[in-house]
C-alpha cells in the first residue's frame, strides 16, 4: 500500500529556517532569563532607594545613586585597590607566563610532565587556593616566611603578608600570579606552535640573528594570542572576589577592598539595594566599554 502523500508534505513543510529556531529558542530564552533580564532589573533599580531588608514603597530618586558613587571617596579607594591589582597581576601572568611558553616550545626531555606540572594550580578552585596561600602566609608556621628569610635573613615572624597593610596587597598578586600564570601560558604556547617554521628557516637563510628573529617574528606574530590573554585575565581579575576573601576579607582596613567587595558589603551588608545596583551598572559599563575599546585595538593587530 502506497504511503499518502498529504502527511510527507506535512513533514517537509518545516523550513530548515524554522528547524533552526525551534532548536536556538531555548537558549535565547534562557539568555533572556538569566541574563538580559536581571540587567534590566538592576538598572531600574538603581533609579531607586530601594533597600531589600525593609517593605516600604520604593521611591525613584532619579540620578543621585550614581552621584553618590561618583562623589564617594572611598569608591575611588576601592577603584585604586583593583587597578593596582588588575595591573601587577597582567603584568606578571603575562611576562612569566610567556617566558615559560617559549622555554616548553623548545622541545627537550620532559616537555609534557613539566607543563602538566605548570597547568596544575589553575586546575584548583579559588577557595582551595585561598585557604592553602593563607596557611603558607602564616608568620609562625609558614613556608613562605622562612623561604624569603632564609635568602634575607631576619626573624620569619617579623613580618605578615596578609596582615600589613603594605604588603597585602602584594600577596594577592603573588597568590592570583601563581594560580593564573599557566592559563596565560597555554595561550603563548597556541600562539607560538602556530608560527610556520619556514619563517624561521627564511630568517635564517638570510643570515637574521636569534635576537633579531625573536623581536621581528616571534613577538608580532604572538602579539594576538598576547592580547587576547590580557582581555580574558583582564576581565576575570577585575570582578575578583572569592581569593581576596579568602586571603585578606578586604583588609587590614580596607587597603585590599577591591570593588567586588565594596559591592558586595552595598548590597548584602548595609541592604543599600538600589545604591548597590547603580554601582553594579557602573562596573558593568566600565568593563564593557574599556573591553570594546580593546578588542577593537585586538582586531587591528590582528588584520595588519
Not at 8 to 24: E, N, P, T, Y
Not at 232 to 244: C, H, P, S, Y
Request: net charge positive; proline share 5%.
Amino acid at each position: 500500500m502506497a504511503t499518502p502523500v498529504k502527511p510527507i508534505r506535512r513533514a517537509k513543510g518545516l523550513s530548515d529556517r524554522a528547524i533552526a529556531w525551534v532548536f536556538v529558542a531555548p537558549s535565547i530564552f534562557l539568555l533572556l532569563a538569566v541574563n538580559i533580564f536581571p540587567l534590566i532589573w538592576t538598572i531600574n533599580l538603581s533609579f531607586t532607594d530601594f533597600k531589600a531588608n525593609r517593605n516600604r514603597d520604593v521611591e525613584y530618586i532619579g540620578l543621585r545613586n550614581y552621584e553618590r558613587i561618583l562623589t564617594d571617596s572611598d569608591t575611588w579607594l576601592t577603584m585604586q585597590a583593583t587597578a593596582h591589582f588588575l595591573f601587577w597581576t597582567i603584568f606578571f601572568q603575562v611576562l612569566i607566563g610567556f617566558a615559560l611558553a617559549f622555554l616548553i616550545n623548545k622541545k627537550f626531555r620532559g616537555n609534557d610532565l613539566w607543563t602538566t606540572i605548570i597547568v596544575l594550580p589553575m586546575m584548583l578552585s579559588p577557595a582551595v587556593v585561598g585557604n592553602f596561600w593563607t596557611f603558607l602566609y602564616q608568620p609562625q608556621i609558614g613556608l613562605f616566611n622562612y623561604m624569603v628569610t632564609f635568602f634575607t635573613g631576619g626573624d620569619p615572624s617579623s613580618f605578615s603578608m596578609i596582615g600589613e597593610v603594605a604588603l597585602a596587597p602584594w600577596a594577592i598578586v603573588i597568590v592570583d600570579t601563581w594560580m593564573w600564570t599557566p592559563f596565560v601560558m597555554l595561550i603563548c604556547l597556541a600562539g607560538l606552535r602556530s608560527i610556520p617554521g619556514s619563517i624561521y628557516e627564511a630568517a635564517e637563510c638570510d643570515r637574521a640573528s636569534k635576537w633579531r628573529q625573536f623581536w621581528t617574528i616571534t613577538i608580532p606574530m604572538v602579539l594576538p594570542f598576547l592580547m587576547l590573554a590580557v582581555l580574558f585575565r583582564g576581565i576575570e581579575n577585575f570582578k575578583m572576589f572569592d581569593l581576596v576573601v579568602q586571603l585578606t576579607g578586604g583588609g587590614p582596613g580596607s587597603t585590599t577592598e577591591v570593588t567586588s567587595i565594596n559591592l558586595k558589603r552595598e548590597a548584602f551588608e548595609k541592604w543599600r539595594t538600589g545604591y548597590a545596583s547603580a554601582y553594579a551598572v557602573i562596573l558593568f559599563v566600565t568593563v564593557f566599554g574599556l573591553a570594546s575599546i580593546y578588542v577593537k585595538a585586538l582586531n587591528k593587530v590582528k588584520d595588519r
